[in-house]
Structures are given as C-alpha cells and as structure tokens.
C-alpha cells in the first residue's frame, strides 16, 4: 500500500469519525426533548440510520 493510500485512508476515517460523532449529537439533542413532531421523529430515524452506514464505512476501512 503507498503512502498516498495510507494517507487518504487514514484522512477518511478521521472524517467518518468526526461525522459519526456529529450525528450522534444530533441524536441526543433530539432525544432529549419530551415530545417530537412526526418531522422530528423521521429525522430521528434518519440521522439513527445515517449514524449507523456511517459506523459500518469505519468499520470496513479499520
């Protein structure tokens, strides 16, 4: 593997972490409320499941 590749592949996980740990901020704010509109509630799911492809793409380059 070239440095170059070593490189990218280390700059993508830092980013997909960085991702990973703004989304799951975005989970808990949401969470954290007592009552959700159905708006909220579908990005909710949406972000719980961009959260988790996100943790499988780290998973994969790891």
């Known amino acids: 593997m070239s440095t170059q590749t070593v490189v990218s592949k280390e700059s993508l996980l ?3 972490t960085a991702e990973h740990r703004r989304l ?3 989970v808990q704010v949401l969470e954290r409320r007592r009552s959700l509109t159905t708006a909220e509630r579908a990005d909710l799911t ?9 943790k ?3 998973a994969r380059l790891s």
């Not at 949406?46 to 996100?54: A, E, N, P, S």
């Open 14 to 16: 830092a980013e997909l």
């Open 24 to 26: 799951d901020q975005e």
């Open 46 to 54: 949406r972000l719980k499941k961009q959260k988790l492809l996100t």
């Open 56 to 58: 499988d793409r780290i």
